[in-house]
Every structure is written in structure tokens, then in C-alpha cells.
């Protein structure tokens, strides 16, 4: 019996037949510092049926899908594929399909995904220190998505060589924001005196 073979094995997998369960909708990858989440809706038109979801993904060039275990038979409408998509100068594409009891959707798939392109900078780390006459606001990049916690950082700037910064300062005596030529310093009292 291999239904019950797979259950001694401690095998989540059950075969099922592509039938006329309809597919997820609305797939995509949601990624922020390189951070690759993907991302769908569930089927419409289920009525009350509660679906699990199978992820595959595919490495733009190579010659087959491959299984993301963690997100076989899933309930949640999402699957970290961060480390499966850390090389930002490759693309990818994803799939998932919706499967129940023996039933299961063709598959949603997505467009190609291209990290290096696609991906969103995350706002940089904003500090200020002040002394009498200036201001200076010291920023940093995000950090890029990591492996480890202990692995070792990698600043957006050192991929993105050209990231640039648009400084506002609001004043709040005249209620109007200014964007000062930066410098990185600021003389205080060109904005906030008088
Ligand atoms: C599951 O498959 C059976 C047989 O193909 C079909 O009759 C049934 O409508 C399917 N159920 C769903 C929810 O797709
Ligand atoms: C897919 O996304 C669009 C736009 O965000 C939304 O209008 C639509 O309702 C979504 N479809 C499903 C099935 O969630
Ligand atoms: C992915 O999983 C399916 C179902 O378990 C299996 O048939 C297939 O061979 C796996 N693919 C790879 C590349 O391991
Ligand atoms: C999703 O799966 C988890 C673990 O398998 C289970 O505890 C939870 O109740 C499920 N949630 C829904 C909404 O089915
Ligand atoms: C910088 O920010 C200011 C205020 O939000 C905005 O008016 C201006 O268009 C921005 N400049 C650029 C290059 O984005």
C-alpha cells in the first residue's frame, strides 16, 4: 500500500490527479533587500474548501523545476524563496498550484523574476547629531537579506554602487519642508534662524 508507505516514511505527499480545482490567482514575488517572498491568493470560486498549496521554482537556464520542501502542502498563502533566489544576477521563475484531497489545480506561474531589477531598497537608517550651529544626519543603506543572522552584512550601497539619498528637512515654525543641496552638513541657521 504506498499511501500508507509514504505514511511511515513521514512523506507529505500524497499524488493528486489535475482536475478542474482552479489555480491560485494573483502570483508574485514580493522582494524588499533582496528579501524574496512569494506570494499568491487562493483559487476563487472555492466554496468552503480548504486548500493546501505546492511550491516549485526554476533557476532561468537551467533545465528543470525544482521542490521547495518547506513549502509542499502548505495552508499559508506564501513561501520564502530568499535563499533559493540569493544569486541577484540570475532570474527565476516560481509556481504553485492548490491541492485538495486528491484534487489539484494546474499550475500559477510566475513572470520571470529578476532580483538585481525588481527588488525594493528598504528606507536606509536615519541619525542625526547636532551641535550648536549645524546638523548632520548620518545615513545608512539597508542591509541586504542574509542567510544567518551571524553571516556577515552586505550593505544595498555595495550593490547598488550608485544609491542615492533625498534629504528633506521639514521646519516646523513655518511648517515647510526644505531640500537642502546636500553636503551631508547643514548650517542650522540658513533654515531654522530668523
Ligand atoms: C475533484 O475531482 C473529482 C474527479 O475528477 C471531481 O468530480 C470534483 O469535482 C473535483 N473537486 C474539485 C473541488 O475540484
Ligand atoms: C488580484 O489582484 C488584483 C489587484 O491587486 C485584485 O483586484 C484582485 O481582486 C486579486 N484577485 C484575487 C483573486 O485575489
Ligand atoms: C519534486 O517533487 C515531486 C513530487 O514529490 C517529484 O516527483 C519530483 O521528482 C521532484 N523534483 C525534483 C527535481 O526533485
Ligand atoms: C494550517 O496548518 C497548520 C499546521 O498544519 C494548522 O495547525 C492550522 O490549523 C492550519 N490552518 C488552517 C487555516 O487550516
Ligand atoms: C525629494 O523629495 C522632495 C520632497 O519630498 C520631492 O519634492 C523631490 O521631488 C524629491 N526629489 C527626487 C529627486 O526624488
Not at 500508507?4 to 513521514?10: H, Q
Amino acid at each position: 500500500n504506498i499511501l500508507l508507505f509514504l505514511t511511515i516514511l513521514g512523506v507529505n505527499w500524497v499524488p493528486c490527479v489535475s482536475g478542474n480545482l482552479p489555480k491560485p490567482t494573483n502570483i508574485t514575488f514580493l522582494s524588499i533587500n533582496m528579501k524574496n517572498i512569494l506570494q499568491w491568493n487562493p483559487p476563487e470560486g472555492l466554496q468552503g474548501i480548504e486548500v493546501t498549496y505546492t511550491v516549485q521554482y526554476f533557476i532561468y537556464g537551467q533545465k528543470k523545476w525544482l521542490n521547495k520542501s518547506e513549502c509542499r502542502n502548505i495552508n499559508r498563502t506564501y513561501c520564502d524563496l530568499s535563499s533559493e533566489t540569493s544569486d541577484y544576477e540570475h532570474q527565476y521563475y516560481a509556481k504553485v498550484k492548490a491541492i485538495w484531497e486528491t484534487n489539484c489545480s494546474k499550475w500559477a506561474e510566475t513572470g520571470r523574476f529578476y532580483p538585481f531589477l525588481e527588488t525594493q531598497i528598504g528606507p536606509p537608517e536615519v541619525a542625526l547629531t547636532t551641535d550648536e550651529k549645524s546638523i548632520s544626519v548620518i545615513l545608512t543603506a539597508p542591509e541586504k537579506w542574509k542567510r544567518n543572522p551571524e553571516d556577515s552584512s552586505v550593505s544595498m550601497q555595495q550593490i547598488y554602487s550608485n544609491l542615492k539619498y533625498n534629504v528633506s528637512i521639514y521646519n516646523t515654525k513655518s511648517n515647510r519642508m526644505v531640500s537642502p543641496k546636500w553636503n551631508g552638513i547643514y548650517n542650522l541657521c540658513t533654515t531654522f534662524c530668523s
